[in-house]
């Protein structure tokens, strides 16, 4: 079958020299998928092309390892990462009431980004302090024993 | 000059998360500030346990406890406890009598604990190398490798009782006695520190506290069925934990105790970290091992069973977190020593997640055969707010509810079973009065809804199924025939499914079904929901002899449903009403009631 030959996108060194570290490991997939999102925050579908190449991995299959984990983004997300803690102890203490109130100030439900690129939103599972339930947090940064009352003035922070 | 004090630092996620970092510099500063940094020394360590209390801070050798501590709290900690040798005491820990309580063991929390895998979480730095080694670490290594033959070591395993913590509870030595028994020159030791289950931490814990145990544990695996490599498996969302093993690895490495010629013995041993990617059915043992091979994590039928056809076909022995920080301490005390602790089938400890509605949530480890009350009400100071103790759960997606009835069972693998709940990996959900049962179902099968591989049709198929029918009497369109097509899907489920994921999803309908029976007929006859949770059958309204007529309601109401006069009762239009509860909060007469 003819087939035009795609121009393949320049990674960066970093990227680079991590591929060439794992390319003869067995089962490098995954961490080299990991490694690409470190440095795009998203598998941006040219880079998965140029790491199909890379790896002589087809692209299908790594389309198919991406969607299966919840972890790899195949879209860009927001400028801030706003995450939801769904884990059980979150959820019995009202994490959905986040949820809303967030939804409330940005106008977002969760897997959304807002029109402007600012922010994402998503549920995750178990951030591990289940002590400080309900938890969010924003880029990382982690917000415990959260009332709905508290999420504009929280979020007002990164509106800026 | 000697140092008079260790400052100890809980480093542990949850702490961590209320900036325990600032803690540790603000700490570091002061005593450099008030010219004492020579007397005391700054140790960031593992959880503590306690996370209820946290950022918690512990000053030894009096071993004073201090929680809630701020950053700022580091200047009177240093200037009156480090100088002058007095405690401060608005920052020990206080119970409601008031009482202070000075030391760690005068609290009821620490008390009936017992801490094996946990030894040294909150007494060691894990980035520390030498403090894991002055704590006797590595010994056991050192003494299977020069003292013991593997057989020794299977054995010592198997008198020991020691049973898999990842949820099945099978039996440790077995699991190295077939991969041992398999000829072949490479085999694989597997770490599975992929803890899926929400709400659920203590590997996570565990990693970050002690990370040398495992590690340890792992390569006297692999001398003992003799393998060369091994792989930590563990979840991308722990980066703490990943970076504390990272560290770890490198130290043992410089050390000699990991690589090649460990000791000197002319063992070679290697261990790489591999990342999951957010799949919980990835702590399904052949899932977990495709993973690694870098596929879509779906299971596959056992046998053959990794032990024995693993990892690139290889065998593999796979043990979870909790499981590896056993090893070194059964090595080393002896199989009968261990023994000792537990009840006559599950010996040892467990370390649980307490969490959900209960005062000192935290991490706790607890000898086998404690009972459910000793540990909700005696460390956990029972449920918060004068509210009423339904059920707790035991875990998490796979497992089931017990309830007050039974406080008083012995907790061990067995005796969760016949209760239809299972011991898990170690998440203990303490629900109270205002958590629905059907509702709480309902959340669990969304996860496994969403976290099923789609492999076979039972998990797929079933599951989705059991959600509808969930939504359906949580929406206030159930039937009794609902109930009837759950418990026919659910036994499907467990008996058809390929993997745990898809056998044990169906456990929290058919548990709560089993206890919580009338509160699913309360959601089917009487549309509603005595918790008052399921928003869809909430009926808000005012009850005109309590109501003053106040008005503060009304103008609290995002709909601007509720109408009245001044000084007269107001009344709710149910229609309009969007069941926020923002009325009932308002409300300083207790004049709106749900129902």
């Known amino acids: 079958m003819p087939q035009s030959m795609p121009v393949l996108t320049q990674l960066t060194p970093e990227l680079d020299s991590f591929i060439a570290e794992w390319r003869d490991k067995p089962g490098n997939l995954i961490m080299v998928l990991h490694k690409v999102q470190q440095v795009y925050r998203y598998i941006p579908r040219d880079v998965a092309l140029t790491v199909s190449k890379k790896l002589d991995v087809p692209l299908a299959k790594i389309y198919g390892v991406m969607t299966f984990y919840h972890y790899f983004k195949l879209e860009k997300p927001g400028e801030n990462q706003i995450s939801v803690c769904m884990g059980t102890a979150c959820y019995l203490k009202g994490g959905e009431d986040l949820l809303k109130e967030i939804e409330r100030d940005i106008g977002i439900g969760v897997n959304a980004t807002t029109a402007d690129g600012k922010f994402s939103v998503q549920a995750v599972r178990c951030v591990g302090c289940c002590g400080l339930a309900p938890v969010m947090t924003v880029n990382g940064e982690v917000y415990g024993s959260l009332t709905a009352s508290r999420i504009p003035e929280i979020l007002a922070k990164y509106k800026k | 000059m000697k140092l008079k004090n260790y400052i100890l630092v809980c480093g ?11 803690i540790y510099r603000s700490f570091m500063k002061e005593l450099k500030d008030q010219k004492v940094d020579g007397e005391a020394q700054v140790i960031k360590t593992g959880c503590f346990g306690f996370c209820e209390k946290g950022p918690i801070v512990k000053v030894l050798p009096d071993d004073s406890f201090y929680v809630h501590v701020k950053a700022e709290d580091a200047k009177e900690i240093v200037a009156e406890h480090i100088i002058k040798g007095r405690q401060v005491s608005r920052l020990l820990y206080k119970k409601s009598d008031e009482k202070i309580h000075t030391k760690i063991e005068d609290i009821d929390f620490y008390q009936k604990q017992v801490r094996v895998v946990l030894r040294n979480c909150g007494f060691i730095d894990p980035e520390n190398i030498n403090e894991y080694i002055a704590r006797d670490g590595y010994l056991a290594l050192e003494k299977a490798l020069f003292e013991m033959k593997p057989d020794d070591v299977i054995k010592e395993l198997e008198i020991s009782g020691l049973r898999g913590r990842g949820g099945a509870g099978f039996p440790t030595w077995r699991k190295w006695s077939f991969s041992k028994g398999v000829p072949g020159d490479q085999k694989f030791i597997v770490c599975n520190a992929d803890e899926g289950d929400p709400g659920a931490y203590m590997d996570r814990s565990t990693l970050e506290g002690d990370p040398h145990s495992v590690l340890e544990a792992m390569t006297i695996a692999g001398h003992t069925v003799g393998a060369n490599r091994g792989f930590i498996y563990i979840r991308a969302e722990y980066p703490l934990a990943i970076h504390r093993l990272e560290i770890a690895i490198g130290q043992a490495k410089e050390n000699g105790l990991l690589g090649d010629d460990i000791l000197g013995s002319g063992f070679n041993f290697d261990i790489e970290i591999r990342l999951g990617a957010g799949a919980f059915v990835c702590g399904e043992e052949t899932a977990l091992l495709a993973s690694i091979e870098g596929k879509r994590g779906m299971p596959v039928p056992r046998p053959p069973f990794p032990a024995v056809k693993g990892l690139w076909g290889k065998p593999t022995v796979i043990n979870n977190v909790e499981t590896w920080a056993n090893i070194p301490v059964i090595i080393m005390k002896g199989g009968a020593w261990f023994a000792k602790i537990g009840t006559e089938k599950s010996k040892g400890t467990k370390v649980f997640a307490l969490t959900g509605k209960i005062k000192n949530s935290g991490l706790i480890e607890v000898p086998m055969g404690i009972t459910l009350r000793e540990i909700i009400y005696e460390i956990g100071g029972g449920v918060p707010n004068g509210k009423k103790f339904k059920a707790v759960q ?7 509810v017990i309830t007050a009835d039974y406080l008083d069972t012995p907790i061990d693998f067995d005796n969760l079973a016949k209760l239809g709940s299972i011991m898990g990996s170690g998440g ?10 059907v509702d709480v179902t309902k959340f669990y099968l969304e996860f ?6 789609g492999k076979c049709s039972p998990c797929r198929v079933g ?11 949580t929406n206030g369109e159930g039937t009794e025939e609902d109930i009837r097509k759950m418990r026919l899907i659910g036994k499907a489920m467990q008996k058809a499914s390929l993997c745990a994921l898809g056998q044990t999803a169906p456990n929290p309908v058919i548990s709560t079904l089993q206890y919580f029976e009338s509160e699913y007929m309360a959601h089917i006859k009487e549309r509603r929901c005595p918790a008052g949770k399921c928003k869809k059958m909430l009926r808000y309204s005012i009850v005109p002899e309590k109501c003053k007529g106040c008005g503060l309601c009304a103008k609290k109401c995002p709909a601007g449903c509720i109408k009245g006069e001044i000084k007269k009762p107001y009344v709710i239009d149910s229609v309009a009403c969007v069941k926020c509860g923002a009325c009932e909060e308002a409300c300083k007469f207790k004049a709106v009631v749900k129902n």
């Open chain 2, 463 to 473: 599951g989705r199924q059991l959600y509808n029918h969930l939504e359906k009497i």
């Open chain 2, 12 to 22: 542990g996620t949850g702490c961590e998360s209320s900036k325990a970092d600032d």
């Open chain 2, 448 to 453: 496994t809804v969403d976290e099923s591989c």
């Open chain 2, 394 to 400: 035991t875990g998490g997606p796979s497992g089931g």
């Open chain 2, 428 to 437: 203990m959900i303490v629900m109270d009065e205002d958590d629905c049962m």
